[in-house]
């Protein structure tokens, strides 16, 4: 059972936007492609999991603080005996082991991070988070590598790490066991949830201000812009995708509001961000889909809930 669901970050989703609608410098954009990998990642992993039948637990993107230190935890399963922690990579291409070193071999060799290292840390940090719950279950942690094309030259085969070709066999191995999970479980899952951090340290996103950022309704399968409408719908000039005018809209507003959550949604906020849509479009979008404060000039709107 999934305890929690894997959702997209703000910081992904903020670069996404970003990326459409500024220039993003080649360290930017090469940070945040690493970001999109690691997604596609999770979601390559979590498709795996599905297959899971066991009794267990599933706890997706946490982040705890341990000691002054935030670590994070891309997948914990809870079983009966025992705690599951993934750390999820979607490298690609040939990487080697070399004293302990890895080495990233297709192209020009470089050295990078060993991901082992991380993994040890993570988990320890974990183990105290539990102990400190009063939790005696073992953890056993996993460096899991999703993408089909990765290689790994001279890893020794006690390394806690799980090979594209050997995920299936795992799943399997783990069918197998058995595990009936009580209260205990759950209770320990909502002791993990209620510890995690929602607001990461770790978020890299540029600075931007909204008189930078390039206006108008992207296309909501291309993410090019659209330069005009029809009465109802907008029509993408590059890939002819064709879509209701208010869905255009309240999309572009959640956009709107991911990038200034500080900023009052107004309806001349929200035309200047639209660009192409009128007035009285956005005021009706605005007036049906949020709850209307202040009035005449200082009117402004807030979600509905
Ligand atoms: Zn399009």
Redesign the pocket.
Same mark, same amino acid.
């Given at each position: 059972m999934i305890k929690k669901p894997r959702i997209e970050s703000v910081e992904l989703r903020r670069f996404r936007s970003l990326d459409t609608r500024t220039n993003l410098s080649v360290k930017e954009k090469s940070y945040y492609l690493n970001l999109e990998k690691g997604f596609q990642g999770e979601k390559i992993f979590d498709k795996w999991i599905e297959s899971l039948k066991i009794d267990c637990l599933i706890l997706n993107d946490l982040l705890f603080e341990q000691n002054n230190t935030f670590f994070q935890v891309d997948s914990l399963i809870i079983l009966q005996d025992i705690i599951h922690f993934f750390e999820i990579k979607y490298f690609e291409g040939d990487y080697i082991i070399k004293n302990d070193e890895w080495h990233f071999l297709s192209g020009k060799e470089k050295e990078i991070k060993n991901p082992l290292l991380q993994l040890k840390r993570s988990a320890s940090l974990l183990r105290r988070v539990l102990q400190d719950l009063g939790c005696h279950l073992p953890v056993e942690e996993h460096l899991i590598f999703v993408k089909p094309d990765f290689y790994l030259y001279q890893a020794p085969i006690n390394l806690p790490i799980i090979f594209p070709s050997q995920i299936e066999r795992f799943i399997d191995s783990m069918n197998k066991k058995s595990s009936n999970l009580t209260s205990y479980h759950s209770k320990l899952a909502n002791q993990l949830l209620s510890l995690h951090v929602d607001e990461s340290p770790f978020i890299r996103v540029p600075k931007y201000s909204f008189d930078q950022l390039k206006k108008g309704i992207t %296309?909501d399968?291309?993410k090019?812009f659209i330069d005009h409408y029809e009465k109802y719908f907008i029509v993408?000039p590059? %890939?002819g995708?064709k879509e209701n005018i208010t869905s255009a809209v309240l999309r572009s507003i959640e956009e709107y509001c991911l990038l200034f959550p500080n900023k009052k949604l107004t309806t001349n906020s929200i035309q200047e961000w639209c660009k192409i849509t009128s007035h009285k479009t956005i005021q009706r979008v605005l007036s049906t889909h949020f709850k209307q404060l202040g009035h005449g000039k200082s009117t402004y709107y807030i979600p509905n809930n």
């Open positions: %296309c399968k291309c090019g993408c590059k %890939c995708h």
